[in-house]
Structures are given as C-alpha cells and as structure tokens.
Nanobody
Framework: QEHLVESGGGSVQSGGSLRLSCAHS????????IAWFRQAPGKEREGVAC??????????HYADSVKGRFSVSRDSAENTVYLQMIGLKPEDTADYSC?????????????????????WGQGIQVNVSS
C-alpha cells in the first residue's frame, strides 16, 4: 500500500526548532495537496498546516495555534514537503503526520480537516520540554 514517510522529529527545549519532512517514493508530490496534522495523548487530531499543489502556486494555510511559528514548503527536486517549526512550545508536543488525498490536482485550496485526506504517513514524535 502506498504511503507517505515522515522524518525529522525528535526532542527539543522550549524555543527550539525542528524541521519535519514528508516524502513519497513514487508519487510526484507537486501535484498533491499535502497537510500536516498532530495528535497529542488524550486530544483530538489537529490540522496545523497545509500546502496546495504546485500549479495553484502552492498556497498555504495554517492553524491559528501555529501561525508565525510554523512554515510549510516544498522541494520539488527532492519530492519532499517540509514543516519548519520555530519557537516550539511544550504544547506542540505531539505525534505529527503528513497526509494527502492521493488525488492529483484535487482542490485549489488545501484544507486542515482530516476527512479530506485518505493517505497518511506513519507519524513521527515531537517532544518539546520546558
């Protein structure tokens, strides 16, 4: 079964930075909207950032909780989508996953609702200590 693969998680202190990567070995991610989600223990899954497919200029959308601190971008040559996280806070601690609908050119505007995504990565842990 095709799936996305995340990397780059780990443990940092409050105020630190991490960059997560989302890759696929076969699908050209430029044609897919990609979203990042996170889920902390005992909490619902939260959409944090997404980027539309490249033909639409790769427009982005962020949850209010991460605006100004998280940035989502693409590297077409690497077929990878990144989530750059700065100013990390303990409340950012969660399991982070990237996701896509798997349908090329599906929507000009990406969404942060998980119901719009059918293909998920296995998730990667981010721990932020105070």
């Amino acid at each position: 079964q095709e799936h996305l693969v995340e990397s780059g998680g780990g443990s940092v202190q409050s105020g630190g930075s991490l960059r997560l990567s989302c890759a696929h070995s076969k699908w050209p991610l430029d044609y897919l909207s990609i979203a990042w989600f996170r889920q902390a223990p005992g909490k619902e899954r939260e959409g944090v950032a997404c980027i539309s497919y490249t033909d639409m200029g790769g427009s982005t959308h962020y949850a209010d909780s991460v605006k100004g601190r998280f940035s989502v971008s693409r590297d077409s040559a690497e077929n990878t989508v990144y989530l750059q996280m700065i100013g990390l806070k303990p409340e950012d601690t969660a399991d982070y996953s990237c996701a896509t609908s798997g349908v090329p050119l599906d929507s000009p505007v990406c969404k942060l609702n998980p119901v719009n995504y059918d293909v998920w990565g296995q998730g990667i842990q981010v721990n932020v200590s105070s």
